[in-house]
């Protein structure tokens, strides 16, 4: 399962429906607070977080630090539309491996990112097996 969390609801639904439409599992939380709450629910599910990285209260590498305090092989991918100077602010903030995508960004090119990200999985149908990327 894969968590998604960005405060803008643009970005966030248009995550959600690339990822669904691929035939992943996603949950989906427009802030940080609203993203810890869901994987205290779902704790065991989540192998991947993608999240924005300007946000608030706390930002998106605060957030990763926490979850991956909490679950060392959770995946993360970073997206955000900050560049140059205002994309410094937040480096070395983070010091777990993870992806970035800079927005915009394709529909490909955020698959690309999460086939490469440990444990993704596209959820069993009637029609397909269950594939693991």
Known sequence: MILVVDDEPADLN??????????????TA???NAALTLYQRHQG??????????MAPINGCELAEKLTELNKALGVIFVSGYSGAQALRYEGQYQTPAAFLMKPFTSEQLLAQVRESPEPRKVRTASSQQSEF
Not at 14 to 22: H, P, T, Y
């Open 14 to 27: 248009m995550m959600r429906d690339i990822l669904v439409q691929a035939g992943y599992t996603v949950v």
């Open 30 to 32: 427009p802030d940080p």
């Open 45 to 54: 599910e989540l192998h991947l977080l993608i999240t924005d990285v300007a």
